[in-house]
């Protein structure tokens, strides 16, 4: 394997003009989400647009930019700063009303007249309102917005305050919803290197080119698993070409997360508390088992949190937590298919980290070994890709990614094409290995095609079976 320091010296040989992104202060990661953007713009049917993600994951910057390039006049209110403190002053005063007088005919117009004096609802007009999961009150005026501004409105956050709160009610037909993730390896690899990437747009499976570009894409692709997407996290890196740099980023994120955690909680007073679950996490992943002992994985989570950390830790306490986790971004489940059949469905029977990244991090500090590690990284890594591909609009069927077990064997994952019902076996293998389980699926009739993803591999395709780079996955469809 080529070294972090090494791979530069090689751009800067291979590619002496650009041998990597340009750096600065103000870098720009280019984000595929903004073409996602661009599209509801341009939707005839006005509706507010919700773009919820985790934490740090550049909601607000993205927004920012886009706001900033398309539209002559913007008002930004931020309910984690002033201006969030400030709006609801001016949302309090033109919505109070005395019984008995003339009730105001436009209160929200007022209140961001009184926010912003210049403010003229028109079409060139957005307004932004990041973190809106502070204010229940605010969020729910979401269809006033849609059905009674000519302005348009952007409503951000990562709706940590949701998941325990009643008050929020759900616009249903007045919002359009986008997520933002961490980069994708085509996005990392975009701002990594772009000639490398370039190359990496023209490969294709059935006619090779030359092993460097495959050497490169590999190394590429590893410190993409080692530091993840977080944009502030590649970025320090694309500064420092210091992983360690790099790590101590994602800590800083890491720790910002949990300590805003804690406040939505009365039970878990201690941020050791999510570390211990996604510890957890990294050991049930690294099993060599078909399934969980317990009934779900927040029982199994439930169980080895209690027996290992925490004992004062109620079942409770530890599920919403788990749910807490989940409803953020951080982690994604995983549903278990039972013999290949689709109709013996089991949710939630696996979980995985949405960011290559912090999966890299936990999994790093559990002592398992390095091979295991790499060997999980991988499944992390695809079942980020799959969960991305069941988001609007639809490219792969069922609720969440998911697993199958078949005659005492396991598949990796099974992905079934939302337009054609073609149904494919997903294997991640390092080596020779040939997925024993998978083949036999295939042979009887279970599934129309078995994907081979391997790290060292050029790809090839023999009858149903293709074999592909695992860090092609991004480009590849199922049809």
């Known amino acids: 394997m080529i070294t972090s320091r090494a791979f530069w010296a090689r751009l800067v040989i291979q590619y002496p003009d650009k041998p990597y992104y340009e750096r600065s202060q103000t870098m720009y990661l280019k984000r595929t989400v903004y073409d996602k953007l661009l599209e ?61 007088t003339k009730r105001p005919e436009h209160p929200l117009h007022d209140a961001f007249r009184l926010f912003e004096p210049d403010f003229a609802d028109s079409d060139d007009t957005v307004i932004i309102i990041d973190e809106i999961q502070e204010s229940a009150e605010i969020y729910n005026c979401i269809r006033e917005f849609t059905r009674h501004f000519q302005a348009h409105f952007i409503v951000t956050g990562s709706y940590l305050g949701q998941i325990l709160e009643p008050e929020f009610r759900y616009s249903s037909g007045d919002m359009t919803r986008i997520s933002i993730y961490t980069l994708s390896f085509c996005e990392f690899l975009q701002a990594f290197d772009g000639n490398l990437y370039t190359q990496y747009l023209s490969l294709k499976s059935d006619s090779p080119q030359d092993s460097d570009v495959y050497e490169l894409l590999k190394t590429a692709y590893d410190i993409y698993l080692q530091i993840g997407g977080y944009p502030n996290v590649v970025k320090t890196y694309l ?33 050791r508390v999510f570390t211990q679950i996604f510890l957890s996490v990294c050991r049930i992943l690294c099993r060599e088992s078909r399934g969980l002992a317990e009934g779900s994985i927040s029982e199994e989570l439930q169980k080895l ?19 807490w986790l989940y409803f953020s971004g951080i ?59 069941q ?41 020779k290995g040939t997925a024993a389980t998978a083949l036999k699926a295939l042979e009887q009739g279970k599934a129309h095609k078995l994907l081979y993803l391997k790290g060292d591999t050029k790809g090839g395709i023999d009858g149903k079976i293709e074999t592909l780079p695992i860090y092609m996955l991004e480009r590849y469809q199922f049809v």
């Open 40 to 100: 509801w713009k341009s939707e005839q049917n006005r509706s507010t647009l919700e773009v919820n993600g985790a934490r740090q994951v550049g909601k607000t910057y993205i927004i920012n930019k886009f706001a900033d390039e398309h539209f002559k006049y913007k008002i930004y209110i931020n309910f984690f700063e002033q201006s969030g403190k400030q709006f609801l002053e001016c949302y309090k005063q033109a919505t109070s009303w005395i019984p008995g």
């Open 239 to 271: 500064e420092t070409k210091d992983i360690e740099k790099a790590r101590g980023a994602l800590v800083n994120i890491i720790d910002t997360f949990t300590n805003e955690s804690t406040r939505y909680f009365t039970d878990i007073l201690d941020t």
């Open 331 to 389: 982690i994604g489940f995983c549903t278990k298919i039972t013999e290949m059949d689709v109709l013996d469905f089991k949710p939630a029977s696996r979980c995985y980290f949405m960011d290559p990244g912090l999966a890299n991090y936990y999994l790093s500090r559990t002592g398992i070994d390095s091979r295991s590690i790499s060997g999980t990284l991988n499944e992390n890594y695809v079942y980020i890709n799959l969960k991305k591909r």
């Open 305 to 323: 949190v209690t027996r290992d950390y925490s004992s004062n830790l109620s079942k409770a306490a530890c599920n919403r937590a788990i749910s």
């Open 391 to 431: 988001d609007f609009p639809e490219e792969i069927v069922f609720e969440t990614p998911a697993f199958a077990t078949y005659r005492g064997g396991e598949i990796d994952f099974i992905a079934q094409s939302v337009h054609s019902s073609t149904r494919y076996l997903v294997e991640v293998k390092s080596g």
